[in-house]
């Protein structure tokens, strides 16, 4: 009875050390790609950052003290208002780290797209017609935002539902275990990355990132590079596409953009203003 229960005792205890090993395993395994997701660059050049940051969950503000460094050596970590630190809705700081960090480079992406969208419907539009009735594209004699006013109600609610699918998809995605599981990002998951498309009963052929597989057989140190630039550039976009939306406001208020940007009469904030208005 004495050997039965040592075996028994014995087993649990390897049972738990086994446990240990491969939650530490699965922990160093999230922790590589998150730091990997969450490195930038110095002026689009990123430094080397150290081997602590490529190897812990960016999850505490010791460890986004130690990445900012790589983010910008000359600024360092900089958070005066200690948002890190708020616990948003009564949750961990974990939580409240990965909620901001996804924030952080989402805004950064639609700040990309918004302001290489105004440059190029600045300049060019399709030379097809838009409707079915064979309207054209808002002419380029229109600002950006006028060209916007300018289209159809339902060619706006495409786009917003469209968004909003993309939106929607990336919070509900199937949880790990499943093809296109994914982590989420406020529970060690990798803020950023956007689950793939295989779980939705009709086919798609093309997933959102890297659609043609073009950079499927990169290394890890040139993706840690790549996505050091994205946030980078993203920062920089959201100071841009700001400066266009000031400059066509305020006229005058950014003197690099006078005589570039057409002055704009209606509300950036208000996207179906031209369509209809609230009354209270």
């Known amino acids: 009875e004495e050997r039965r229960n040592c075996h028994i005792i014995l087993d649990r205890e390897v049972e738990e050390v086994l446990s240990?090993?491969?939650n530490t395993a699965n922990m160093k395994f999230a922790a590589l790609f998150s730091a990997v997701l969450v490195g930038s660059a110095s002026a689009f050049n990123g430094i080397p950052v150290s081997s602590r940051s490529k190897t812990s969950l960016?999850?505490?503000k010791a460890d986004l003290e130690v990445l900012a460094k790589g983010?910008?050596?000359?600024?360092?970590?900089?958070?005066p208002l200690g948002i890190s630190d708020s616990a948003y809705w009564g949750q961990s700081t974990e939580f409240t780290i990965g909620f901001l960090r996804q924030a952080e480079i989402k805004h950064g992406r639609?700040?990309?797209a918004a302001f290489v969208g105004y440059c190029v419907q600045s300049n060019f539009h399709f030379p097809w017609a838009m409707?079915?009735?064979?309207?054209?594209?808002?002419?380029?004699?229109l600002s950006p935002p006028e060209q916007w006013d300018a289209l159809p109600f339902g060619a706006k609610l495409q786009i917003i539902l469209f968004v909003g699918f993309l939106e929607l998809y990336s919070e509900i995605t199937p949880r790990p275990g499943s093809e296109a599981g994914l982590q989420h990002y406020t529970k060690g998951g990798v803020p950023g990355k956007y689950p793939t498309f295989d779980a939705i009963p009709h086919p798609v052929p093309f997933?959102?990132?890297d659609p043609f597989k073009f950079h499927k057989?990169?290394?890890d140190e040139q993706k840690e590079k790549r996505l050091r630039a994205e946030i980078n550039n993203g920062r920089l976009a959201q100071l841009g596409i700001i400066g266009f939306l000031s400059a066509q406001k305020i006229p005058g208020s950014v003197p690099l953009l006078v005589d570039?940007?057409?002055?704009?009469a209606g509300e950036p904030m208000a996207p179906f203003e031209a369509d209809f208005t609230v009354s209270f």
């Open 20 to 22: 240990s090993l491969t």
């Open 58 to 60: 960016s999850e505490t």
């Open 71 to 79: 983010l910008n050596p000359v600024v360092g970590y900089f958070d």
């Open 110 to 112: 639609v700040a990309m």
């Open 131 to 141: 409707t079915m009735k064979g309207a054209p594209f808002p002419s380029t004699d």
């Open 207 to 209: 997933n959102l990132y």
């Open 217 to 219: 057989n990169m290394t």
């Open 260 to 264: 570039i940007v057409k002055p704009y």
